[in-house]
């Protein structure tokens, strides 16, 4: 007689009870509860306590690999105040035929004079740029609720009775997303693992739909240059923006610098006094010096007055690099990937944006 393979409900992954440090580890006492949990998701949920996971980026990947072969609806998940980071831009090259529903998460934190209709349009043009032609775009904001029920009526329109795998790199929120659709139609609370931590899901988790299809909670992708992996994980609280974002308007003259707490810095070369609006997690101290005393204050205050990253992690921090920008035109970004973006509001400018070492800084159109 075969054992019936048990999952944890909160990440997908299989259950045993025989190696404490191996991946689904569950003691054998809980195997009697009605919803069976893995000691890493129960220390998760309760306590907030992160455990490493011993899944390397290859096994994302095999997970991935098997969406080209189903017929499915895939619903792309991104976080909007972290487009470009959050975006997995090799993604259609796995989904083979199926179409991609393009959803902006974390909506509620942009500003709240962003035009829905504007953004929208925004999205599109940027997911066309990277060779992406979604059959819809939508914003929501899985966290508060907010246009869930939009979602739910695209992906039962878009699907045509055919199951949803629901992808995204690590952090976007995916699974609360999840979670809140589950609320909707059955009224159950929290059935996934969430967490601002990166990778929370294990393995494939399927929700039965009505028809006998289901909807699939993929592992989060974790995209290496995104911020989130540079840093402490007790940081990402303020670095991962949880209320609407509060821009901040710098009047620079040629030759200032900016440092985004010490985890990056925006230099403004030349162009002549300029506007310049960041836009990051309100938590995070911005301060402004002269460009040729930025190393200096750098080397002295990176771990205290600038601070994410803490001193104790200043050794293992990586170094900043430079990149440099210069923006012909109007109403430019330049994106510091998984932290925020600093929009340079009219065009001549040279500036060079510092980011650590394997993280992205790029430009774009204006978001906003």
Not at 32 to 45: G, P, S, T
Not at 69 to 93: M, P, Q
Not at 99 to 114: E, M, Q, R, T, Y
Not at 272 to 299: M, P, Q, V, W
Request: aromatic share 6%; net charge neutral; hydrophobic share 35%.
């Amino acid at each position: 007689m075969s054992e019936e393979k048990l999952t944890c409900i909160g990440c997908g992954v299989e259950i045993q009870t025989t190696d404490k440090e191996g991946l689904g580890y569950a003691p054998p006492s809980s195997l009697e509860r009605e919803q069976i949990v893995c000691q890493r998701c129960f220390k998760l949920k309760h306590y907030n306590e992160v455990q490493d996971v011993a899944l390397t980026d290859d096994d994302f990947l095999k997970i991935l690999n098997g969406l080209g072969e189903a017929d499915a609806l895939i619903v792309k998940v991104v976080d909007i105040s972290d487009f470009n980071g959050s975006f997995l831009t090799g993604l259609h090259r796995f989904v083979g035929k199926n179409p991609v529903l393009l959803i902006g998460n974390k909506a509620d934190v942009l500003p709240k004079s962003v035009k829905t209709n504007k953004l929208i349009n925004w999205m599109k043009y940027e997911a066309s740029q990277m060779g992406l032609k979604p059959v819809d775009v939508l914003l929501c904001s899985a966290d508060k609720g907010h246009h869930i029920q939009d979602v739910l009526q695209t992906i039962d329109r878009e699907r045509k009775g055919r199951d949803v795998y629901v992808v995204g790199c690590t952090n976007v929120g995916k699974s609360t997303l999840i979670n809140r659709i589950i609320k909707e139609v059955t009224g159950e609370q929290d059935i996934i693992t969430t967490s601002q931590f990166p990778g929370t899901t294990l393995d494939m988790i399927e929700i039965p739909l009505d028809d006998g299809k289901a909807i699939i909670d993929t592992p989060g992708i974790i995209n290496r240059d995104q911020m989130a992996h540079v840093i402490n994980k007790k940081d990402l609280k303020k670095v991962l923006p949880k209320k609407e974002l509060k821009p901040k308007v710098f009047q620079l003259n040629e030759e200032q610098t900016l440092f985004i707490a010490g985890l990056a810095r925006f230099d403004y070369i030349s162009g002549g006094r300029k506007s310049f609006t960041c836009y990051f997690s309100n938590d995070l101290e911005i301060h402004r010096t002269k460009l040729e005393k930025a190393d200096e204050l750098y080397k002295r205050h990176a771990g205290d007055m600038l601070s994410p990253p803490r001193q104790e992690d200043l050794e293992s921090f990586p170094p900043l690099k430079r990149h440099e920008f210069t923006v012909k035109e109007g109403k430019m970004d330049i994106v510091f990937s998984g932290l925020g973006w600093i929009t340079i509001n009219e065009p001549g400018a040279k500036v060079a944006a510092y980011v650590p070492e394997g993280v992205s800084a790029i430009i774009r159109k204006s978001l906003i």
